[in-house]
């Protein structure tokens, strides 16, 4: 029985892997004429903007996400425990909806600088004002909404390990500073290079923001490479170079901490809070509703303005047919993520051999590939298969199917799967391995199969793991633009792609309905989320 739980962890690895192994595959294929014009011209810009915006957001969301958790998990002040569940709500707000929304804020004829002319023109006199459509401005734009990854990771690391620690220090003559950076810092620091590295991988991926800004990047050069000058081999050449660019950045993460190891340790109450009162209360509790404010409640308002005062035109007649199609992507990925990376975990219980072990990582790469890429890797393959076998059908059947696979929402689906297994794979694991090894050894001598047990004893043990799998994959898909953009059918749009078209052709009042509708759908289940984390 075991066996067959180990051949369905492989076929569920070879069947997300598809668009990886096509991807890599492209790196070695002779360059054409368009790869070498693309290679003396701008690969260069993409490969060094692509790097310098990935360690920008990374460098960002580390430091708000480290001083946000540090604060909310060692200190005691007005409004804590309410922010320690909200500051993860940015992480429901699409980036390029919050890029949509500060660059018509901040532009030239936006209200901040007309303001500013109104007031400079009779105080102060010419000003010089940064332009948001920028690497910077993007990487603001891009940090503001993923700072919650690192925030999430070392808010539990440093109130269940270096709380702690420092507090030992502490007792030693350690002054508070010297405490964080000496001992609460370095043990808590393999959870905060987990959550740069999940920041900088999604930066990566980034399509909307890079686009709309101008700034050109792998993600980008991807589409235009596509759709511009449709060259799909060299397209597919862009999207491994990309794969080589993520694989860099993690693994310069791993080299950095290697050797470096902190204790366990196992304590059964949390290390007393310090009490803010006061100014420094107050300062504390500006401070971290800062981002929060900045990266969700802003951008919410705004965008419901817009939505009041004018919305989409397509209100009352097909905009229930955009969140139609968001639901049922979506939805069947996040159940069709779940369920594989239910039975993913489960094959490693079962089985820690080497065989399944490589099957559980090939399946799990797909998290560190872009959306475009993913797509790009779905899109090859699936053509290779359909036009001979639309060919044949027309040939010996005299059946004109059209397209089977490419074009449908099976395609799309597929690589939403492939991208998002990761997230629903590492809830369900993190669930099974709290749950103790002597009930599967109680379920066997009663003569219970791994399937019986897995349904009867580890589900209902597994209920709030598995929700959270589905949750986390739902939003993602929800948000996921590169690979909808490039996969959907003909006449098929979700809200992120209305939100995108009508962006981009600076229709931002019109796009306000599609952005605050996909905010709100995930605003409830992202803050129960972070409500259950803070409570554990």
């Known amino acids: 029985m075991k066996r067959l739980w180990n051949v369905g962890a492989w076929f569920a690895a070879a069947a997300v892997s598809v668009p990886l192994a096509t991807v890599l595959w492209a790196l070695v294929a002779p360059a054409g004429e368009t790869w070498r014009h693309l290679r003396a011209t701008v690969l260069a810009d993409y490969a060094v903007n692509t790097v310098l915006l990935a360690l920008s957001v990374g460098t960002f969301a580390t430091v708000v996400g480290v001083g946000a958790a540090w604060t909310v998990a060692t200190k005691d002040f007005p ?25 018509d804020m901040l532009d030239y004829a936006g209200p901040v600088q007309t303001a500013l002319r109104h007031v400079t023109d009779w105080q102060v006199g010419d000003y010089a004002f940064p332009a948001i459509r920028s690497l910077p401005g993007a990487a603001l734009m891009l940090g503001l909404v993923l700072y919650p990854y690192v925030y999430v990771l070392a808010r539990v690391a440093f109130a269940s390990q270096a709380a702690p620690l420092a507090e030992a220090a502490r007792t030693l003559g350690a002054g508070p500073r010297r405490a964080f950076f000496r001992v609460a810092l370095p043990a808590a620091r393999p959870a905060i290079a987990g959550g740069a590295a999940l920041a900088m991988m999604e930066t990566v991926a980034d399509y909307g923001v890079v686009d709309y800004f101008g700034v050109a990047t792998f993600t980008s050069g991807v ?16 999207a491994g170079w990309l794969f080589v660019v993520v694989a860099v950045l993690v693994l310069a993460e791993h080299y950095g901490r290697r050797g470096r190891f902190a204790n366990p ?65 979506a939805g069947a990925t996040a159940f069709i993520a779940t369920v594989l990376a239910l039975g993913l975990a489960y094959s490693a219980r079962l089985s820690g051999g080497p065989a399944t072990r490589v099957a559980v990582r090939l399946a799990t790469l797909g998290y560190a590939l872009p959306g475009a890429m993913l797509a ?12 001979p076998l639309a060919r044949f059908l027309n040939a010996h059947m005299d059946a004109n199917v059209g397209l089977l696979f490419t074009g449908t929402i099976a395609a799309l689906v597929l690589a939403c799967v492939a991208r998002f297994l990761t997230v629903a794979y590492n809830a369900c694991h993190g669930g099974l391995e709290k749950i103790s090894q002597r009930l599967d050894d109680v379920a066997h001598t009663l003569n219970a199969g791994p ?36 996969l959907r059918p003909f006449n098929f749009e979700t809200l992120a792609t209305r939100t995108y078209q009508l962006a981009s052709d600076e229709r931002l009042a019109e796009a306000s309905t599609a952005a605050l509708a996909i905010v709100l759908i995930g605003f409830l289940p992202t803050l129960l989320l972070g409500a259950a984390n803070a409570r554990r």
């Open 79 to 103: 409004g804590r425990r309410f922010l320690s569940a909200a500051l993860v709500l940015p992480l429901a707000t699409p980036a390029y909806v919050v890029a949509y929304v500060y660059t």
């Open 451 to 486: 399937a019986r047990t897995l349904r009867e004893v580890h589900f209902p043990l597994l209920r709030g793991a598995v929700a959270s799998a589905a949750v986390l994959v739902f939003i993602d898909a929800l948000k996921e633009l590169p690979a909808t953009l490039i």
């Open 223 to 238: 589409f235009r490479t596509w759709f511009a000058l449709g060259d799909r081999v060299t397209a597919t050449q862009l």
């Open 376 to 387: 790009v890797g779905v899109l090859v393959p699936l053509t290779a298969v359909e036009k």
């Open 265 to 329: 340790l196992r304590r059964a109450a949390a290390a007393p809070r310090k009490r803010l009162t006061g100014a420094r209360g107050l300062l504390a509790s500006a401070a971290c509703a800062l981002p929060l404010l900045l990266g969700f409640v802003l951008p919410a308002l705004v965008l419901g303005r817009y939505a009041l005062t004018e919305g989409d035109p397509l209100w009352r007649r097909g905009f229930g047919d955009f969140v139609a199609a968001s639901f049922g992507v």
